[in-house]
């Protein structure tokens, strides 16, 4: 399957915000790592990204929008850059420049994002052949017009745990 260089068109697909939802996909994953990667490990799982879609992302510049195409780029644009800067110099042992420590929100979201729109390569740790999927949860409550909060979760299937928890709205 061709991998979706679309990073931020995955949430279009996403349940509607703000209700109660519990709501999980099945996503199909890139089963050949991007020749020149990011990796980002989170318990048991690493997750393979391609830098050079990241930094095309990243190279939007930062002007006045007037469309919601222009502003969903710009937002894009700093989230890719928020991801690239957490990397690393070096190379891990996949061959791919690794990020050390927590990611901030944005880098979290381009990193799921990237899952969403199944443009990501993923591993479970010992393993050099790649989940063909992942499970991705939407998962809100709301318990008044001012009360709820919903979050997307990414599991490998047949694991209890998700590798990576993303808020996704609060109200």
């Known amino acids: 399957m061709p991998a979706s260089t679309d990073l931020l068109a995955a949430p279009a697909d996403r349940p509607a915000s ?3 939802v519990d709501e999980t996909r099945m996503v199909a994953q890139r089963t050949e790592p991007p020749l020149d990667c990011l990796s980002i490990a989170w318990r048991g799982v690493t997750v393979l990204l391609d830098r050079q879609e990241l930094a095309r992302k990243a190279a939007v510049q930062p002007s006045p929008w007037t469309t919601e195409a222009e502003r969903l780029a710009l937002i894009e644009s700093q989230r890719a850059s928020a991801l690239l800067s957490a990397a690393a110099t070096g190379k891990g042992e996949n061959g791919c420049t690794q990020i050390h420590g927590a990611l901030d929100g ?11 729109s199944g443009s990501a390569t993923v591993l479970l740790d010992g393993s050099k052949a790649p989940v063909t999927a992942v499970a991705i949860r939407y998962l809100g409550t709301r318990r008044g017009p001012l009360c709820g909060r919903g979050h997307i979760m990414v599991y490998v299937p047949g ?12 109200s």
């Open 106 to 116: 944005e880098a979290k979201a381009m990193v799921l994002a990237a899952l969403e």
């Open 159 to 170: 694991q209890s745990r998700p590798f990576l928890v993303q808020d996704w709205w609060v």
């Open 18 to 20: 703000g209700t109660d």
